[in-house]
């Protein structure tokens, strides 16, 4: 089956505790995303990736760190939480920029 | 400035209804639209791609205007498990900005 999938789904954590939240997909898609969602404010691009070794930030970079090293696999690091981080995140994929793309079923993070 | 906008909802119709959500874009060379349907705390998914000549599928039909720039989505025959919320996609075809999505608009669909 065609997928993204995303772990842990839910994380509870403490402030300045690093993470690492995975995001695979297994559709040899080319283009990957990283978007946090909060109420009222929709979704916001967080990183993104062109090919393995092609990253780049989209709106909302402060904060979080990725890496592509491999073309199924696009990790989004937070290096030290902060509340502010609280979120909906989602992982996306796609053939490529521009194109449909297909989200992982999200990471609820609550940083405390 | 790159902006997507939709209405803001939330739309409360009865079962049966027809609704129409409709969705500006403000850069003219957009190249490629999208509907996503999202539930509640779920990840969005497509609904449908809009194309030029406006397409159709089953209850639910997209139209394009590009001389207005704005992209509209209609269902027909509301459904309770129509009840979500719909999110406007836009394709700026600008290097590294990939797809803008709209904030989303509710619909709740009740017996």
């Known amino acids: 089956e065609a997928q993204v999938t995303q772990n842990p789904r839910y994380l509870i954590t403490v402030t300045g505790k690093k993470l690492t939240v995975t995001c695979s997909q297994n559709m040899n898609h080319e283009y990957m995303s990283w978007y946090r969602q909060d109420p009222g404010l929709g979704l916001r691009q967080i990183y993104y990736?062109?090919?393995?070794?092609?990253?780049d930030k989209g709106d909302v970079p402060e904060g979080y760190k990725v890496s592509r090293k491999e073309k199924r696999n696009f990790p989004l690091i937070l290096e030290s939480p902060s509340p502010n981080q609280t979120s909906l995140y989602f992982c996306?994929?796609?053939?490529?920029?521009?194109?449909?793309?297909?989200f992982g079923p999200g990471t609820r993070l609550t940083v405390t | 400035r790159k902006e997507v906008e939709q209405d803001p909802g939330p739309f409360n119709v009865p079962e049966g209804a027809t609704v129409a959500f409709n969705c500006t874009y403000s850069n003219s060379a957009s190249q490629s639209f999208f509907w996503y349907r999202q539930d509640c705390r779920k990840e969005p998914k497509l609904l449908m791609s809009v194309y030029s000549s406006g397409n159709e599928d089953g209850r639910f039909t997209a139209q394009l205007n590009r001389a207005s720039q704005y992209i509209s989505l209609l269902i027909r025959d509301s459904k309770l498990s129509d009840s979500a919320t719909y999110l406007c996609v836009v394709n700026l075809n600008q290097a590294g900005t990939a797809l803008i999505f709209g904030k989303g608009t509710t619909l709740s669909v009740s017996s």
């Open positions: 990736s062109m090919n393995v070794e092609a990253t």
């Open positions: 996306a994929s796609s053939p490529a920029e521009g194109y449909e793309q297909y």
